[in-house]
C-alpha cells in the first residue's frame, strides 16, 4: 500500500515545511500554459522572461548544476532575477530591491514522494512504503554585481522505517547552504570565487551530483574558484563533506572526507550555436569510510578523465572516460570506466519520438583478494542514473540500455529502456548502489547480473509544479540466481514544487 500523509505525519512535518508551503500559496494558479512553453529548453543568455543569469561561457555548460526548466536550476543559487525584476516581471519576493545596488531573493523547494519497494535491496521478502518530505528555503543576499551572500534550510521527514533512515532523509533542520561568491568581470571574462557551505556538481554525472534522490542533498564546504571567458572556462576547488545529523542545525563538517581537482570545458563545434564540448577534468578523493567488497576504509584516489558532449544534427551524445589510481587499505588501485549515452530524434512531428541507448563499463575485481584493488569507485554519481531503485552500481559492470523516449505534449515526457546487465569480473560481486556487494555473489561463477527495466515519466503542470513517476523492476540473472537473490521492484510518484 502506498505511503499516505495522514494528519498524524502532517503535525510532524517541521516549521520549515510549513513556509514553504506558505511561500508557495503566493504564486498565481491561473498562469496561462503559453508562459511555461520553455520549460524543456536548455537555459540560454539572459532575459526578461527566465531568471537565467548573464554570462560569458554557454550556461548549459557552465557547471553550475542541472537546469530543470524555465530558467529555474536544482541548486537555485545560479538563479539570476535581477533581468526579469528590472522589466518588470518578476515574481513576488524576487530581486527585491534594498538600495541603490543591493537586492533580497527569496526562493522556495517542497517535494513529496511516495516510495514502493517489492523486494527491496533485493532481500526476499523485504516489501515496504515510504513517504518522502523535502523542504528547502533559500535567500539570495546581492549586495551589488560582484558581491553575494547565499543561504539554504533543509529539512526532510521520512513516514515509514524512519528509524532506520539516514540523516539525508530525515533530517528535522540543516544548514545546507551558507556561501560568499565574489565575482568580478575583467573584459569578457568572468572570476570569481565562492567560499563557505555550497552544492557543487560541475563534473559528469556519473561521478558528481548533487544527490537529488533523498530529501537532503550532499553539500562541501570550502572553496571553488571559476575563470570563465566565451569559448572556455576552468576551475578548481578543494571541498570537505558535509556530514548530517538528524536534530537541528547540528550537521558538521567531515574533514577527513574530501575532493579536491580542477575542471575545464572548451567548444570544439559552434556550428548554429555551440554543439560540441570537451571537458577534461581530474578529482582528488578521499574518504575515510568507502566500501569495497567485505571492507570499509580509506580510499584514496585520483581520477583522471575526459568528457565529450553535445549534439550533431539529431543526435545527442555524452561520453566520458575516466582512469583512477591510488591506494585503498593499503592496496595499489588501478581503475578505469567508460560511460556512453546516445539518444536521437527519430521525427520531430506528433510526438518527437528519439531512440535512447547507453553503455556503461567499470573495472571491477581485487575487492575480495589481497592484491590490486581494479573496482572503479563511482565517487558521488547521479542516484538517478541507474536507477533510484538502487540496483546497480557503476563498478564491476557491463550494461547496455536502448530505449524510447516520447513527448507527447510540450510538457510531459515518458520514456521506457532495458537494461542487459553483465558483471566484468567473476571474481569480484555484482554491486548495489552505494557500492554495497551483493552477498554471495564473489563466490559464484558467471557473468549475467540481469535486465532492469525502467519506466518513467514526467507531467510539468505550471512554471512551479511537476509530477513525475518512476518504475524499475530488475529481474534476476545467472549470477543473482546462483547467489540465492530474487528479482525486485521499486515504483514512485512525486509531486516538486518550486518558486
Known sequence: MPVVFNRHCVNRVSVI???????????????????????????????????????????????????????????????????????GNAPALKAMSLGPEASLTLSADARFRSDIYNNGQLKRGNDYSQGLFRGILGADLRLNENVRVYGEVGSGLTEGRRGAAAANFQNAASMQQLFVDV??????????????????ADGPRQLIS????????????????????????????DLRVTRLMRGSFDEEINHAERIQGVNASLIVSSADGPTTYIDPFWIRSKNPSF???????????????????????????????????????????????????????????????????????????????????????????????????????????LMIAPGISVTPTPLS???????????????DAAYAGGMRAYARTQNV???????????????????????????????????????????????????????
Do not use: C
Request: glycine share 12%; no cysteine; charged share 15%.
Open 17 to 87: 515545511g510549513l513556509l514553504v508551503w506558505a511561500s508557495l500559496l503566493q504564486t498565481h494558479a491561473s498562469q496561462a500554459s503559453e508562459a511555461i512553453q520553455g520549460n524543456r529548453k536548455a537555459a540560454a543568455v539572459a532575459g526578461t522572461d527566465s531568471p537565467t543569469p548573464a554570462h560569458p561561457y554557454p550556461l548549459i555548460a557552465a557547471g553550475w548544476g542541472p537546469e530543470v526548466g524555465n530558467g529555474r536550476f536544482s541548486s537555485r543559487w545560479a538563479e539570476d532575477w535581477s533581468v526579469m525584476q528590472a522589466a
Open 183 to 200: 565575482r568580478q568581470h575583467i573584459g569578457s571574462t568572468l572570476v570569481g570565487a565562492m567560499i563557505g557551505r555550497q552544492e557543487f
Open 210 to 237: 548533487l544527490s537529488d534522490g533523498p530529501n537532503i542533498h550532499r553539500t562541501w564546504n570550502g572553496v571553488r574558484v571559476y575563470v570563465h571567458g566565451e569559448r572556455q572556462r576552468i576551475g578548481a576547488f
Open 291 to 397: 566500501r569495497s567488497g567485505s571492507q570499509v576504509g580509506l580510499d584514496d584516489r585520483d581520477t583522471l578523465g575526459v568528457r565529450a558532449w553535445g549534439r550533431t544534427g539529431r543526435l545527442r551524445f555524452d561520453w566520458t572516460l575516466a582512469r583512477q589510481t591510488g591506494n585503498h587499505m593499503g592496496h595499489e588501485v588501478n581503475a578505469w570506466a567508460l560511460f556512453m549515452v546516445h539518444s536521437v530524434l527519430l521525427s520531430n512531428d506528433g510526438w518527437k519520438p528519439s531512440f535512447t541507448a547507453h553503455i556503461d563499463a567499470a573495472s571491477g575485481g581485487g575487492a575480495f583478494g589481497t592484491n590490486k584493488l581494479n573496482g572503479f569507485n563511482p565517487l558521488y554519481a547521479s542516484s538517478s542514473y541507474l536507477g533510484e531503485g538502487q540496483f546497480l552500481s557503476l563498478s564491476n559492470l
Open 413 to 427: 515526457n515518458v520514456s521506457i529502456e532495458y537494461g542487459f546487465a553483465r558483471r566484468r569480473s567473476e571474481a
Open 445 to 499: 561463477v558467471g557473468h549475467e547480473i540481469g535486465g532492469l527495466l525502467r519506466v518513467g515519466g514526467s507531467w510539468s503542470v505550471s512554471k512551479h509544479l511537476t509530477w513525475a513517476l518512476n518504475y524499475e523492476h530488475l529481474a534476476a540473472g545467472d549470477v543473482l540466481k546462483q547467489a540465492g537473490l530474487p528479482s525486485g521492484s521499486y515504483l514512485y510518484v512525486s509531486a516538486t514544487l518550486r518558486y
